[in-house]
């Protein structure tokens, strides 16, 4: 942002050296990137951060220097000497899409003569790099760069109707700029049109078509309030930037619209002459009221170190522009301006506070007491994730949350909508926001196989997003992982993580059908009765697909599950000094039982003094056992908190399971009578 130090004397006195004015505007937050002697004026060049947008004007800036300074700021005031008859007689406005434009002010002047600007507005504009044009489009610059609220007049003899229609545009619709080039728009652009077509890109730039020239009589002067965000992808989209949509990008002065509007009347009024119509065309909802906030005076000490006088600080609000509304010993409370988008916290007065009165007047050393931090259950889980993972061998990756269109088929368990797109790719040929972790983590095996790595185990907690309609996407946070290692291997790990969250959770397994996955060597997994994730072993088809060598086993997990069932407050169980009994079992089943299933009719079957259960491995022997069978071995591990357990106990214990075993899935001990 260039301001002229003469234009800036118009508001505020200049009563100090501009060196002093540059370094105490930076330490206030308003960098000095340059200045610029001019033959009768200085221009100094000031970086405006992206939540200052009040800054991008004479006037935010005056008003900055007067707060620092303690001097009074002075705005011009605007006498409004409407004799024309009323404007809603001599146009109309409408908007169509409120949500691209909340506010629309239409005001009109008849009878303007065009011609150059004073030499006093010429040089104003040509100090801040701005070139003059006419009497009208110079006013429109003028009061942009004076208050930072971009205005733009029409024609409005070229305007059909004479109207104005705020709107989407249309598809396939083009748009010829002032800069007579032709723009292809996209139906979310904000378009401002006539009764016939469109006439301007709304916060962007105005169109050839009724554009200001020689023979313009009438004007109709715009003054709106647009979406940043739709001013920004407009921008981008179209190349098409300009200081209009920098500050919408920014968000401008609801209140500062309709006085924007007044001053650019008031000021062609006087260069150009004409009658201006009675009243406004106000288009949009009533401004919000801004909620009131309370800051405790006892924040200041212990945030800032140091002790500011209560008095001071109500000065100091009231300078930047908030409304006090009560005020004691303790705080005061007050309304942020309109114009300060920005301050919505009690730390964010703080900071003010601390801004105004110099943070070279904290000292280095000071004393500030510190207070614990709570830590979020999520942080507290991510950690335990991550302390499991590490010391499986496993290193944290970290990828584009974009990936290419064709990714989204290779793994997607959560969701069968399509992915959303970005209207901008953020890396060549990756557009699409993920829905699932697992296909960056192999693209990521790929290249490291390529490179020769001999191991590679790799894990990443990031946000997926799952299309929901018309609604914002699901922004689930989940665990991927790759290893090397099998099936069996994986699923250990998972058990880790669920047992170092919570020991008493057990993890669920039942069937799945990813086309990625092998179906003999995956599983839906749950934690009760939640969906936690998906675990298997990467066909050779999916090896092939994603051009790997060697066998892949994956794993995605919903981690806000693993927040639910969380247990963070470590708890005590007493060990036992009596000896363990273990007892060995192999079981023939058929092939559809899964050793989840054998798993849990054990632990509900073997009673009290179960302590663990170890599988061991799954055997198949077609000609001693038959067709369409398997054997399961593990073991058992019982012990008692009270005394030791005898062998008698253990395999009655044992025959109990393996009696369970036989009722609900048909399971024979082998070597057992089968008879």
Known sequence: ?????????????????????????????????????????????????????????????????????????????????????????????????????????ARVIRGVRIGPSPDWLVQRLQAIGIAAVNNVVDVTNYVLMECGQPLHAFDLAKLAGPEIIVRQALPGEQFEAINHKVYDLQPDMCVIADAERSVALGGVMGGA???????????????????????RTTARALGLHSPSSYRFERGVDPIGVDWASRRCCQLILELAGGELADGAIDVGPPIAE??????????????????????????????????????????????PPSWR?????????????????????????????????????????????????????????????????????????????????TSTPMLKGADRLRCSLIPSLLESRRANQALGNPVIELFETARIYLARGGKLPKEQWTLGLTSGGDYFHVKGIIEAIVDAVHPAVRLGVTDTCQPLLDPARSARLQLGDRLFGFLGEVTQQGLKQCGLRNATTVAELNLSVLVEIACLIPQHTDQSP??????????????????????????????????????????????????????????????????????EEADQIRDQVVAACHQAHGAILLGADNA
């Open 578 to 647: 009596y000896p363990p009994i273990e007892r060995d079992l192999n079981l023939i089943v058929d092939e559809p039982v899964r050793w989840a299933q054998l798993d849990r009719t054990v632990r509900d079957s073997a009673g009290q003094f179960l302590e663990q259960i170890s599988y061991q491995e799954t055997y198949r022997d077609p000609q001693k056992d038959g067709p369409g069978k398997k054997r399961q071995l593990f073991s058992i591990t019982l012990r008692s908190s009270q005394r030791t357990l005898t062998n």
């Open 290 to 335: 801004r909620p009131p906030i309370v800051l405790r005076l006892n924040q200041l000490p212990r945030v800032l170190g140091i002790e500011i006088p209560a008095d001071e600080v109500r000065r100091m609000l009231a300078a930047l522009g908030c409304e006090q509304q009560a005020a004691d010993v303790t705080s005061v409370t007050v309304v």
């Open 1 to 105: 942002m260039i301001v002229s130090w003469n234009w800036l004397k118009d508001y505020v006195p200049l009563d100090m050296p501009p060196d002093e004015l540059v370094e105490r505007l930076s330490m206030a937050g308003l960098n000095h990137e340059d200045s610029v002697d001019l033959p009768s004026d200085l221009a100094i060049d000031l970086e405006v951060t992206s939540n200052r947008p009040d800054c991008l004007g004479h006037v935010g800036v005056a008003r900055e220097i007067a707060v620092l300074w303690q001097k009074t700021l002075t705005v011009p005031p605007i006498p409004e000497p409407s004799t024309g008859p009323p404007v809603g007689s001599l146009a109309k406005v409408s908007i169509t899409c409120p949500r691209l434009c909340q506010r629309y002010i």
């Open 341 to 421: 988008r920005d301050l919505t916290r009690e730390i964010d007065l703080i900071e003010e506070v601390a801004r105004v009165h110099g943070y070279d007047q904290i000292p280095e050393d000071v004393g500030v007491p510190m207070a614990p931090s709570y830590r979020r259950d999520e942080d507290r889980v991510q950690s335990k994730v991550r302390s499991v993972l590490t010391a499986a061998g496993m290193d944290e990756a970290m990828m584009s949350s974009v990936v290419p269109a064709d990714w989204h088929a290779i793994f997607c368990p959560w969701t069968q909508a399509q992915p959303l797109q």
């Open 209 to 231: 078509e009724t554009e200001v020239s020689e023979s313009t009589t009438d004007l109709l002067i715009e003054s709106a309030e647009f979406a940043p965000l739709s001013i």
